[in-house]
């Protein structure tokens, strides 16, 4: 004789409430690929300070873009004590060109890599020092 135990179906509200629950769980277990931990976060393929090169303040209202190809994203600082930083894209590998203005300074680009691996991108800390112009 087999016993199996009863089964309750969830009213909706209390099912969308366990799925919420299950979704949030989830976003913060790893999962496990190949011999690597992964989890459901999304890591910025880059985090840009912007400084004054003279003086080393930083410059929280440049204008950013970042491109890549066809790819195009104009960040906005964020605060993060004592600096700002602009960050993104989330979870994309590409060859970057980090181009940053600023009225007062000269505008300045640089290239960066951003690789691939089993999990997340290999995010990369890029710091940019612009000059005041004369």
């Known amino acids: 004789m087999v016993v199996r135990p009863a089964v309750t179906v969830p009213s909706r509200s209390t099912g969308l409430a366990l799925a919420?629950?299950?979704?949030?769980?989830?976003?913060?277990?790893p999962t496990t690929v190949g011999c690597?931990?992964?989890?459901?976060?999304?890591?910025?393929?880059?985090?840009?300070?912007?400084?004054?090169?003279?003086?080393g303040a930083p410059i929280c209202d440049a204008v950013?873009?970042?491109t890549d190809?066809?790819?195009?994203?104009?960040p906005k600082s964020t605060p993060v004590s004592p600096v700002c930083v602009y960050q993104g894209p989330s979870e994309r590998a590409g060859h970057y060109t980090i181009?940053?203005?600023?009225?007062?300074?000269?505008?300045?680009?640089?290239?960066?890599?951003?690789?691939?691996?089993q999990c997340?991108?290999?995010?990369?800390?890029?710091?940019?020092?612009?000059v005041p112009s004369s």
């Open 36 to 55: 690597s931990s992964c989890t459901m976060e999304a890591d910025d393929a880059f985090v840009l300070t912007v400084t004054d090169a003279q003086t």
């Open 20 to 29: 919420a629950a299950l979704v949030a769980v989830w976003s913060v277990v």
């Open 69 to 74: 190809g066809a790819f195009m994203r104009s």
């Open 120 to 130: 997340h991108v290999n995010d990369q800390k890029v710091k940019i020092a612009l």
């Open 64 to 66: 950013v873009d970042v």
């Open 99 to 117: 181009h940053v203005a600023h009225p007062g300074y000269v505008s300045q680009d640089t290239d960066v890599t951003i690789s691939q691996n």
